[in-house]
């Protein structure tokens, strides 16, 4: 079983930047495909972005290319998501995920969520 637990949302203004975290709870973590999700009010769920076990190939969903960085600590069992010029349209519940492959398929593990907002 592997637990995850997601921090460093919050409120932030247009423009902004925030730096979420995942912590894994597995020894295994180098083993996993990492990944970012987002669901805003009233949406589905959807991709944000992913990385390799290694770090050395990443994915992420079109709108947030050249925002959105997604890295790992494979030392510290931690995976993060830099995000920059946020914008209001970026608020939303942002998940972790782990899973076997690198996009927006066959994630079997899942955190609970930080909310960020983003204000106009």
């Known amino acids: 079983q592997v637990q995850l637990v997601e921090s460093g949302g919050g409120l932030v203004q247009a423009g902004g930047s925030l730096r979420l975290s995942c912590a894994a709870s597995t020894r295994a973590f180098i083993t996993l495909v990492m990944g970012w999700f987002r669901q805003a009010p009233g949406k589905e769920r959807e991709f944000v972005a992913s990385?390799?076990?290694?770090?050395?190939?990443?994915m992420y969903l079109d709108s947030v290319k050249g925002r959105f960085t997604i890295s790992r600590d494979n030392a510290k069992n931690t995976v993060y998501l830099q995000m920059n010029s946020l914008k209001p349209e970026d608020t939303a519940i942002y998940y972790c995920?782990?899973?076997?492959?690198?996009?927006?398929?066959?994630?079997?593990?899942w955190g609970q969520g930080t909310q960020v907002t983003v204000s106009s």
């Open positions: 995920a782990a899973g076997s492959t690198v996009g927006q398929y066959g994630y079997n593990y």
């Open positions: 990385i390799s076990q290694n770090g050395d190939r990443t």
